[in-house]
DNA sequence: GTCTATACTTGGATAGAC
DNA sequence: GTCTATCCAAGTATAGAC
């Protein structure tokens, strides 16, 4: 679902609008929306700026591209999980995997983060003081794939109150976005902040490490 | 400690300067930096954008006049709570008092942090893309707040590897700091939120919701 | 598809009058 | 302390040649 237009050849044959779309994440990201010129961008891609107009009809349209990618990537790491799940069988023990299910679904998260740094990192940095035109653009496939997360929760966690439901979500969102600051890339380092937050958030910290993150002691 | 200049008078005798870092922060907040004029932020405050260099040296020097403000702030919040357990008398079950310790100083970043929003803020939504000499200013008192946090985790979880306390500190902060983009401010729901991040940081969400968060069944 | 040239706007910062 | 006037730099966007 949410299918995005994907590049064909390999990366040498990228599409104009390809290259520039790249680029633009990038620098989007280590730069912030209005620090970014594109003149620098062109020179990225090594073009002028006159001539990215071809490409894009204005620098709101790269950033609202730039951020729809990123939010189905979001949206299809997701529904990846939930299809995972439904081959998996019906009639399962469906109490004590609300704890697997969680937990897959936050490694997911975290996965397509950092996996789609570029596009997805957006949404976290740049997302709130971007032009009203852009978070207009974008809010319908964010409010998709938050209302993915409230139902999951409200699966998971039954006997909680909509509004502690809402004030969990939000903590938790926070707590993965966040990494997108100080988090190393790499996909063992992304796994294993994965399962000590899926394991913090359902267990606590305040009982024991579980035994495969850590040995005794410290280490 | 780390004492900022506080004003003397009623409201509406603030110096020129003070109100120019309130109306700053605000709009630096609200919008971004770059974002912000000196123009329009001279108008906030009933003044011409030339007139703002008789007190700031520069837009940078006013942002970092309202990072370390805000930074400040939350130390003086941390230190505090130090001090409340420190007469609290030492030869307490020093055990037991891991969680509460832990939520003491939630509920004090949180509360510092929502109270203060307009100088605080920033350092979520726009530390990270100011300018580089903006950052290296304000650096130092970030990283004496971090060190106290991290000083923290070590007493508070001393069986945790330093890897793990470090990314479930970054995790939390990550889960605190962007509740300023959502929670409606009021003293009662930020207690409220510290309350439920608290008990959800320490005891997790598997076991059963506390008594007093919430009665039986959902409300 | 990409270039050059340029129109148009806005912003940070300075100088000097009051 | 605040104003006006102004300089200078930089950015988005457009037009038209190639």
Redesign the pocket.
């Known amino acids: 679902m949410a299918a995005v237009s994907a590049p064909s050849g390999p990366p040498e044959t990228l ?3 390809e290259r520039i779309l790249s680029a633009a994440a990038q620098r989007f990201l280590d730069a912030g929306y ?1 620090e ?5 961008l ?1 020179a990225d891609v ?6 990215m ?3 894009f ?4 349209a790269l950033l609202i591209a730039v951020l729809e990618r990123g939010m189905s990537l979001m949206v299809d790491a997701f529904e990846e999980v939930v299809d995972g799940f439904a081959v998996a069988g019906v009639d399962n023990a469906i109490e004590s995997a609300a704890d697997q299910r969680l937990a897959a679904h936050i490694t997911a998260h975290l996965r397509a983060l950092h996996d789609n740094r570029a596009f997805t990192a957006g949404h976290v940095t740049l997302f709130r003081t971007a032009p009203q035109v852009v978070r207009e653009a974008v809010l319908p496939l964010r409010d998709g794939y938050e209302a993915r997360w409230t139902a999951l929760l409200a699966e998971v966690l039954p006997d909680r109150s909509i509004d502690e439901r809402t004030m969990l979500r939000l903590g938790l969102f926070g707590a993965m976005n966040a990494s997108i600051e100080w988090l190393d890339t790499g996909r063992g380092t992304v796994d294993r902040f994965a399962r000590l937050v899926a394991d913090q958030f359902w267990r606590g910290v305040g009982s024991e490490p579980s035994e495969e993150s850590s040995g005794k002691g410290k280490r």
């Open positions: 599409s104009g609008r209005v970014t010129s594109l003149r620098d062109a090594g073009m002028k700026a006159g001539s107009y071809y490409h009809e204005s620098k709101d």
